[in-house]
T-cell receptor
């Protein structure tokens, strides 16, 4: 595997479900990011981690909970989501904060 | 109000034609990046421009960074259907947080 991978690629969940999105980077990068991409809106930065420490929480509702157990893995835990949370969730990594970011293919999330 | 304004929002052209998309801001950026995103995929980095007035070429794609480092353009020569996608510009005005434009959706018809 190379680059940034995300699983699952597609996820459909009910509002009462709990699920997790996974991101893994094979680039030896130190920073990882979660973005939300909704239709006709710019990419929205959600969370930033550098060396496994969270450095940014961009006013994201608590129903989204990130976890970064090591510099290669990033999770986004989801619970009691709303239909408006349906979007493409993108993970990215960069060598360090402020460097070029490389994106994964995203998880297409649908909340029913 | 978005930090980066991209225009046009949509662009549909015939194969072989040229096109230019723009990325403008009132803020100064230390660098600007261009990405292309295809449906169902994540954005793929095309280029980073860092010096005011810089011009970079990537095959048929020409990227320019404005002298004042507030704007950038992407010009595609002799567009091909494979150039179809969402073109995003992104910049970091003062720290590590990339700000993205809303993108230009380019469709190249065969």
């Amino acid at each position: 595997e190379t680059g940034v991978t995300q699983t699952p690629r597609h996820l459909v969940m009910g509002m009462t479900n709990k699920k997790s999105l996974k991101c893994e980077q094979h680039l030896g990068h130190n920073a990882m990011y979660w973005y939300k991409q909704s239709a006709k809106k710019p990419l929205e930065l959600m969370f930033v981690y550098s060396l496994e420490e969270r450095v940014e929480n961009n006013s994201v509702p608590s129903r989204f909970s990130p976890e970064c157990p090591n510099s290669s893995h990033l999770f986004l835990h989801l619970h009691t989501l709303q239909p408006e949370d349906s979007a493409l969730y993108l993970c990215a990594s960069s060598q360090d904060l402020g460097n070029e970011q490389f994106f994964g293919p995203g998880t297409r999330l649908t909340v029913l | 109000t978005q930090l980066l304004e991209q225009s046009p929002q949509f662009l549909s052209i015939q194969e072989g034609e040229n096109l230019t998309v723009y990325c403008n801001s009132s803020s100064v950026f230390s660098s600007l990046q261009w990405y292309r995103q295809e449906p169902g995929e994540g954005p793929v980095l095309l280029v980073t421009v860092v010096t005011g007035g810089e011009v970079k070429k990537l095959k048929r794609l020409t990227f320019q960074f404005g002298d004042a480092r507030k704007d950038s353009s992407l010009h595609i020569t002799a567009a091909q259907p494979g150039d179809t996608g969402l073109y995003l510009c992104a910049g970091d005005p003062n720290d590590y947080k990339l700000s993205f434009g809303a993108g230009t959706t380019v469709t190249v018809r065969a």
